[in-house]
RNA sequence: GGCGACGUGGCCGAGUGGUUGAGGCAAUGGAUUGCAACUCCAUGUACCCGGGUUCGAUUCCCGGCGUCGCCUCCA
């Protein structure tokens, strides 16, 4: 079974299954008010491999990731822009399922959207005012921390030590806040910004409150695993579990947060920053399975660097595996050798090495293409490879599939024209078929075309 | 200021208290080949600095330097 690093308790553990056979995740989505960054393409790729290999050791994995459309930030933007905030969140999220298509991840399971859970917000947050862990300020309804023994858990500090951490902060709100770290359940809305009716007035829920309420309802109490960014460790997941916590409910049994994507010189790519890249940009400049097998190579807990060079090295390394795929369409189908396929397996199981895996990939390719040129056996190899890149959702093409009849007629001509040491008219026939795009490979078996 | 992570060859990136520190890309030499591509084989003074623990540290501890993240926008 899978062992993952789990951030509550700083170690790496078994993910513990609420049911037999089934896997419950909840994957904090994205706040629909620019187009995805790169950044979040690691979370598609990370949370897409997760749940393969999940599903590719036999488990039912339903995974939620809710789309985030209601927001200050889609607020501003549409008063600034003066257009409707939904056509904002349509749009956006339009694009982000564009994005996650373009990277080759599977959508999740469900897809809730907080706009659609108002209700229950205001239920929730009802809840906690009435058991007088919430209370209302000028300015909304704020969740008291204090309440919440472990608060900081996720934080890996105490209150006190955020406190005096602090600093010289200005904290938002401070003079009508019990504690500074008390974040809003619900926030008042100003005459003309979008609002929502609740007891203590008009408003828009708090960040916060989305995630958990909408968790817990797909979900139910004690889910397996919760994940998103490093940086939502802290607070916001934090105050997810304060307010399930304050409620007497069970929540997430385990945490999975994953490292970010940095610029060149080591910065995170973020919206905030200002050093936006473009995933659609990315998707389509380049081979889109380029940025899975960068991510790939590395590990999910370690910063990736992204930049031109690293990007054309996954798009040279892709060509070899393509390049594989292309000779293996010759090989007969076969069972995956089982010592292979269980090294992946155990390397994935220990908190999802997937730069061993990957290396298990490469050395089997090697080994592959070794049997193949010495006319032996390769089948088994070369079906573990298929069975692994499958599993991690890499698809290897072996670019043979629109060779139409000319094109192999040409290619038998070439044959034909070497065979006849008419090396004039065979370097001719594959200057032309490369001038149309193909990847011409001449063997002692003969040539075989593919797309490059 | 508090907390956390990290610093590995030309580039990226795993990992480990001890004969030979994955894998990828690039480079060089070679095999194959009419040539090229593909494939295969071979090669490279790589573990930030200074202490300490140890028979032995890149791996553990302390300090330093550097980078990054979080400390109520954030994947």
Redesign the pocket.
């Known amino acids: 079974m899978l062992h993952l690093y789990d951030t509550a308790t ?1 170690s790496v553990k078994e993910l513990a299954l609420r049911e037999p056979g089934k896997v419950s995740i909840y994957l ?4 629909v008010y620019a187009p995805a ?4 393409g ?2 598609m790729v990370t949370y897409d491999i997760l749940r393969r290999f999940l599903e590719w050791s036999g488990l039912d994995v339903r995974l939620v990731s809710n789309i ?1 459309d209601i ?3 889609i607020f501003n933007r549409a008063q600034r822009e003066d257009r409707p905030w939904q056509e904002i969140t349509t749009k956006c999220e339009e694009m982000w399922w564009t994005a996650t298509d373009g990277v080759g991840s599977k959508r999740p399971t469900d897809v809730p959207h907080a706009s659609e859970y108002i209700d229950e917000m205001v239920e929730m947050i009802g809840e906690l005012v009435d058991r007088d862990i919430a209370y209302t300020t000028d300015d909304g309804v704020y969740m008291e921390v204090e309440q919440v023994d472990d608060y900081g858990l996720l ?3 105490t209150l006190d ?2 406190r ?4 010289d ?1 200005e ?4 003079d009508q ?1 019990r504690h ?5 359940l619900w926030k008042f809305s100003k005459p003309g910004e979008p609002a929502w009716p609740s007891p203590w007035g008009e408003g828009r829920p708090g ?1 916060h409150s989305e995630c958990v309420v909408m968790s817990l309802d797909l979900l139910g109490e004690g889910f397996d695993l919760h994940c ?9 997941h934090e105050n997810e579990r304060a307010q399930a916590v304050a409620l007497g409910k069970t929540f997430a049994n385990h945490w999975m ?6 610029d060149g ?9 200002g050093n936006v890249a473009n995933l659609l940009d990315l998707i389509e400049h380049y081979d889109q399975r380029a940025y899975r ?2 991510l790939l ?3 999910y ?5 992204l930049g031109q ?2 990007i ?3 798009v ?2 892709l ?2 595996l393509d ?2 795929a ?2 293996a369409a010759n090989v007969a189908p076969a069972d995956p050798a089982p010592a292979i396929v269980e090294a992946f397996r155990a390397a994935m199981n220990d908190d999802l ?1 997937t ?2 895996a ?2 298990i ?3 089997t ?2 080994a592959a ?2 049997a ?2 010495a006319g032996e056996d390769a089948a088994p190899l070369v079906a573990a490879v298929m069975e692994i890149c499958g599993a991690l959702g890499l698809e290897l093409s072996g670019g043979t599939d629109d060779v139409d009849d000319a094109v192999a007629a040409k290619a038998q001509a ?1 044959d034909q ?2 065979a006849d040491k008419d ?2 008219t ?2 001719a026939i ?1 200057a032309e078929l490369q001038a149309d795009g193909w ?6 078996d003969g ?1 075989t075309v593919r797309r490059a």
């Open positions: 700083r904090c989505g994205p706040t960054h790169l950044g979040h690691r979370q985030t927001d200050d930030n934080a890996f500090q030590d955020m005096a951490g602090g600093g902060r904290v938002f709100g401070a806040k500074p770290a008390d974040f809003v960040w998103g960014g490093q940086d939502l460790r802290f607070p916001h947060h994953h490292a970010f994507v940095v010189e080591g910065e995170k790519m973020s919206k905030s920053i097998l960068v190579q590395s590990h807990r370690s910063p990736v660097r060079a690293i054309d090295q996954a040279a390394s060509a070899g390049a594989f292309s000779r090495d730069p061993k990957m290396s990939v490469f050395e390719v090697r293409n070794t193949i040129d070439l024209a070497r090396f004039a065979a370097d594959r990847l011409v490979e001449t063997t002692k040539t």
